[in-house]
T-cell receptor, first 108, second 116 residues
C-alpha cells in the first residue's frame, strides 16, 4: 500500500538552530498531516495540508506541501527546548498511515 | 478540539491473561475509531478500524482473535488483548476523527502495556 518515507530518523540540534524534517511518497497524496509526540505522550495534531504547493505557518513552524503532492516538509526556526519530541507526517482520510517519524533532541 | 479519553494509561499483566483498554469520545459521537500500536522508538501502526454496531476491520497481519474490538456505542470502543505475551508489550493508542473526512485525528492518551 501507500507509504511515506520520513527523514531524518534523528536530529540533534543546539537550541536556537533550525530543524527540518521531510516526508516523501512515490505516489500522489490527497493530504498530509503533521503530528508532534512528546516523550511518553500521544500524537498531537499540528496541521493538515491539502493543496498543491501549499505553505502554512504556525509561529516558528513552517509546513510545505510539494507541487506534485508527493512530498512535504516541516521546518522549525530557532528551536526551543519545548520543541523536543518526535514529529510524524501522516496521510489518509480517516485511518492514517504514518511516516517513521523524526526524533528531535535539543541541547540547551 | 474533540477529546478522546483512553483508560488505563498503564497496565502490567501476567502472561496468559487478558487486558481490556477503553477508548471514549467525551464530547462527540464517533461511529469510527482506530486502534494503533507503537513499539518503542517506532512509528504508529494501524491495527484495526472499530465500527460502531458492526465488526471491526483488521489490518493485514493483525490477529482478530487475539485483539478483540468492541464498539457497542457511539462513544466507546474497547480493545481486549487476549492471552497476552511479552511480545504484546507496547503502547496502544486509539483515535477518532469526529466523523468528517479529511479532518485531524484526535488521539487518546495511550495505554502502556507491559506483559511479564
Amino acid at each position: 500500500g501507500q507509504q511515506v518515507m520520513q527523514i531524518p530518523q534523528y536530529q540533534h540540534v543546539q537550541e536556537g538552530e533550525d530543524f527540518t524534517t521531510y516526508c516523501n511518497s512515490s505516489t500522489t497524496l490527497s493530504n498530509i498531516q503533521w503530528y508532534k509526540q512528546r516523550p511518553g505522550g500521544h500524537p498531537v495534531f499540528l496541521i493538515q495540508l491539502v493543496k498543491s504547493g501549499e505553505v502554512k505557518k504556525q509561529k516558528r513552524l513552517t509546513f510545505q506541501f510539494g507541487e506534485a503532492k508527493k512530498n512535504s516538509s516541516l521546518h522549525i526556526t530557532a528551536t526551543q527546548t519545548t520543541d523536543v519530541g518526535t514529529y510524524f507526517c501522516a496521510f489518509g482520510a480517516q485511518k492514517l498511515v504514518f511516516g517513521q517519524g523524526t526524533r528531535l533532541t535539543i541541547n540547551p | 478540539g474533540a477529546v478522546v479519553s483512553q483508560h488505563p494509561s498503564r497496565v502490567i499483566c501476567k502472561s496468559g491473561t487478558s487486558v481490556k483498554i477503553e477508548c471514549r469520545s467525551l464530547d462527540f459521537q464517533a461511529t469510527t475509531m482506530f486502534w494503533y500500536r507503537q513499539f518503542p522508538k517506532q512509528s504508529l501502526m494501524l491495527m484495526a478500524t472499530s465500527n460502531e454496531g458492526s465488526k471491526a476491520t483488521y489490518e493485514q497481519g493483525v490477529e482478530k482473535d487475539k485483539f478483540l474490538i468492541n464498539h457497542a456505542s457511539l462513544t466507546l470502543s474497547t480493545l481486549t488483548v487476549t492471552s497476552a505475551h511479552p511480545e504484546d508489550s507496547s503502547f496502544y493508542i486509539c483515535s477518532a476523527d469526529g466523523g468528517q473526512l479529511n479532518t485531524e485525528a484526535f488521539f487518546g492518551q495511550g495505554t502502556r502495556l507491559t506483559v511479564v
